[in-house]
């Protein structure tokens, strides 16, 4: 069984179109993210929830809209897409954070790459 | 400068070598430490966590230096499976905030 998945796993689309990639997690976890990676393979969180609640907003454009409707899924939500959003787009999970600042695995799904063109 | 710095590389080595990464960090509030590993066109694995007295995973070895601020990966007696980009990954921002370097990629040859 996947432990956490995302679909689609390609995605590509014209320059202001919006679209919106889909990520549930089957391990129980109280945590998503949703990270982007670029062409430089550079890794960079986006968001996290928790249990629903938005906890990490890492000041991205308001055009990107996560939304939680359970805890194990998060999706997000892409408005007027742009050239610079083209990227590969991984969710993950966790546990809810532990009690002293530890911090359990995070599970990353298999990535969305996004071709805007 | 960069939260955390990593060489991209390659590392190009033999198989049966022992090979070394550091990664240097800005953080001195950082809390946690772990190396990530990311196979080409696949998502990012924990590869192991790194604590402060140093530690071992088989041919893996992870070490942490707070007062220097970096961090360093040595696999030992390399395998050709052990090619991929591995990721130095720092926790801050409370626990679940995760800062992940650039990569290091790792080539392994006959």
């Known amino acids: 069984d996947t432990a956490v998945s995302q679909t689609p796993k390609y995605l590509v689309t014209q320059m202001g179109n919006d679209k919106s990639i889909k990520c549930e997690q089957n391990?129980?976890?109280?945590?998503m993210y949703w990270y982007k990676q670029d062409s430089k393979k550079f890794l960079k969180i986006m968001f996290s929830y928790n249990n629903k609640e938005l906890i990490i907003n890492e000041t991205v454009p308001n055009r990107f809209s996560p939304k939680s409707p359970d805890k194990a899924h998060l999706n997000l939500h892409i408005n007027s897409l742009e050239l610079g959003d083209s990227a590969v787009y991984f969710c993950a999970s966790s546990h809810q954070r532990l009690a002293g600042g530890s911090t359990d695995t995070q599970y990353f799904g298999p990535g969305t790459r996004l071709t805007v063109l | 400068r960069k939260e955390v710095e990593q060489d991209p590389g390659p590392f190009n080595v033999p198989e049966g070598a022992t090979v070394a990464f550091n990664c240097t960090y800005s953080n001195s509030a950082s809390q946690s430490f772990f190396w990530y590993r990311q196979d080409c066109r696949k998502e990012p694995k924990l590869l192991m966590s790194v604590y402060s007295s140093g530690n071992e995973d088989g041919r893996f070895t992870a070490q942490l230096n707070r007062a220097s601020q970096y961090i360093s990966l040595l696999i030992r007696d390399s395998k050709l499976s052990d090619s991929a980009t591995y990721l130095c990954?720092?926790?801050?921002?409370?626990?679940?905030?995760?800062?992940f370097g650039t990569g290091t990629q790792l080539k392994v040859e006959l």
């Open positions: 990954v720092l926790v801050t921002g409370g626990g679940n905030k995760l800062t």
């Open positions: 391990l129980g976890h109280d945590t």
